[in-house]
Structure formats: C-alpha cells, structure tokens
C-alpha cells in the first residue's frame, strides 16, 4: 500500500479542490492509502470525507503558497503521518516540508498565464528552476499550456508529465426539469440557451460574450445568456448588460451547486477565457451528457475541444468571431446534433475521472521506482 498525503491550501472548492474531489471519486485504493490536508475550516472538507477520505485540518496554510509557520506545521503532520508521496496543489509550503522530511514530493500545476519577462530571463529564471527543481520530484502540468509556462520559466521538460483533468459523467436533467428551470430562470422555452459556468472576472472574457450577444442581436439572432457564478467583475457586467440592451436575455444566476441543472438547460457552453485557463472542468462536464462547446484559442481550450466535431474554436478576444461561431451553430442544428454524440465519444475515449486517476498513479508508480533505483 503506498501512501500519499495531498496538500492544498484552498479554502473555498476552487478548480484544484475539484480536481482532487474527482481523483477521490475514481483512485485506486487497494494500492493507495490517500489523505488531504488542508486550511482549518476549508469547505472541501465535507465533500472529501463523503467519499471516506482522511483529511487532516492544519492551522494557517488559508488561500497562500508560502508562510514560514505553514512549513513548521506540515512538518509535524508529515513527520505524523508519515506518507511516501507528498503530493501538492500548488502549495509551496508543502514542497518545502515534504522535501525537509525527506519524502517524495509531487507538484500539480493547475494554472496558465503569461509568463512575466522575470522568469523568462536569468537571474529569475534560475532561481524559479532551482526552486522548482529542488523542492519536487516531479510536476504534473494539467495542461499543455501550463507545461509550457512550466519549461518557459526555466524547468526542464524531463521533470513534467502533461496530463489533461478528467471528470465524472455528469447525467442530463430530464426534459421537464429543464422546462420548469427555464421557466424558473426567465428563459422562453423556444429559446437558444447558451451560458457560461466561471468567476466573473475579466479575464474570463464575459465582456467579449456580451459584444457577441450584441453582434448577433444586430442580424436578428435572439440567443439567451446565463451566466452562472460570482466574482468582482459582477458589477461591471450588468452594467454593461444594461449598457447593450441585454438585459431581457442576459440572466445572471449567480453561485450554481447543481452544475448539472444548469448544463441540462443549454443548447451551447462558451469559455471565452484570455488570462488563465488549463482544462476548464465545466466544459468536461458539458462534454460528458453531449454539450458542445465554443471556446477561445488560449491555453488547454484548444486541447478541451476538437475544433468542428465537439465544438469551435473563435479567435482569442475577438468577439465578432466569437458572434460567428454561435450564429454558424444556431443556423445549423444538424451540425449542433453532430457535435453533441461526438462530445460524448470523444469525452468517454479522454477525459473520464477514471482515465484521469490512473494517469496520476502512473506518475506515482514512476517516480518512486525512480527513486528507488537512483
């Protein structure tokens, strides 16, 4: 029985907490004895232990990758617990006291962004692969592009393994719970329903949705937008959704726990994130009951969606493509039919929480045979 001990220091369920809730779902434990630790107070707690998971609470580590007394701690429980793989979610306090106990220590990258010119050049980018280098074994990058922002700073490809997420199969509502849930939402029942699951923030590109909205609304297309999820760029939106005239089919739902209520109402997800993006895990989800998607050129979107057989790919902020796409889909439902089995195809051959697992205990399996015979 190997064991491994995650650390993650959010704590609220963001991305990385979703992540690690979907491994749970689907890891091996006859061959692994799996436990988290986490923020004191952190609302993954109760869903992790709904799938019989240890979790060890530990004071400090909230929301931050680094603090001298959050090394201190993890430390203590390490030394406690005493796992053979310590594997972190960002978590730079984890690295530090993983590698000072002398464990094997595994990194996930869960983010893309552009790389500051900092670390792309020395001194920075020698000092961030000596610190990345050092304190892991090795990184797993959920994405292409965030191993490219991984060896753009200076790591070396041989310590990564690209590996895109993977979920559970998410069931569609049947057609009368999605009838009475427009009904809920305001939404005719006739209408083109497209919506996006993310934080409103600006770089995940809802301003460019909204000109799209606009654009279509010109050529006579009447599409509704829900818009689930909060963030600080709420305000702005809806002041933006008055501004174009939208607010008749502009819906801002807010927080949504039942993600499947919300996909089983559409006819089409968008991601029009420009700022940070790997796999986004509500495209998966979408892809997973048959709903295609139209999606930006950046980071892991171009390695979510297959461009003409689960979805489109629109130029990167460029809202006018992004118009052309959601029309092309409107007028054409026969592709739309199309793009909905090959999601569910493409979705059951890559991207299942299953497949997802087994790819993170391979790179377990490798690194401490590695180890065991460095």
């Known amino acids: 029985m190997i ?8 704590t609220n369920i963001g991305g990385a907490g979703r992540v690690l809730l979907n491994y749970m779902q689907s890891s091996d434990r006859a061959n ?36 001298k007394d959050d090394v201190k701690e993890l430390m203590a429980l390490i030394d406690r617990v005493q796992p053979d793989i310590v594997h972190t979610h960002g978590a730079l306090s984890g690295r530090i006291a993983g590698r000072r106990c002398g464990k094997v220590v595994i990194y996930t990258r869960h983010s893309a962004f552009p790389v500051p010119a900092k670390l792309k050049y020395p001194p920075g980018r020698w000092v961030n692969k000596w610190i990345n280098e050092y304190y892991s074994d090795h990184i797993i990058a959920v994405s292409p592009a965030s191993a490219e922002n991984l060896t753009d700073a200076g790591i070396s490809p041989k310590r990564i393994t690209t590996m895109m997420n993977g979920v559970t199969p998410v069931l569609r509502r049947p057609a009368e719970r999605a009838a009475q849930l427009r009904e809920q939402w305001g939404v005719p029942q006739d209408a083109f329903v497209l919506g996006i699951l993310a934080r409103i923030e600006p770089y995940k590109g809802h301003l460019h949705i909204l000109e799209a909205m ?28 008055q501004e174009l005239g939208l607010a008749e089919r502009v819906h801002f739902l807010g927080f949504q726990s039942e993600v ?3 996909l089983s109402v559409l006819d089409l997800q968008l991601n029009a994130s420009y700022g940070t993006e790997t796999s986004s895990l509500s495209i998966l989800e979408g892809l997973s009951m048959g709903l295609p998607a139209v999606v930006s050129s950046y980071g892991g979107n171009p390695w979510l969606i297959d461009d003409n057989e689960d979805g489109l790919l629109f130029e990167n902020r460029d ?52 180890k065991h015979h460095a």
């Open 214 to 241: 606009e654009l279509l609304t010109q050529q006579g297309k009447l599409p509704h937008l829900l818009i689930a999820g909060t963030g600080t760029f709420e305000d702005d939106l809806r002041a933006k959704t």
């Open 3 to 10: 064991k491994v001990l995650n650390i993650i220091s959010d």
């Open 32 to 67: 692994f004895d799996t436990a988290v630790a986490l923020p004191r107070g952190s609302l993954l707690k109760a869903p992790l232990e709904e799938l019989n998971t240890t979790v060890y609470e530990v004071d400090g580590l909230c929301d931050r990758s680094y603090h």
């Open 319 to 370: 809202s006018a493509d992004l118009a052309r796409c959601i029309a092309r889909l409107m007028d054409d439902r026969d592709t739309l039919s199309y793009m909905s089995r090959r999601a569910v195809e493409i979705f059951r051959r890559r991207f299942t929480s299953d497949i997802f697992a087994q790819n993170i205990e391979a790179v377990y399996y490798a690194v401490l045979e590695g």
């Open 260 to 262: 499947a209520d919300f």
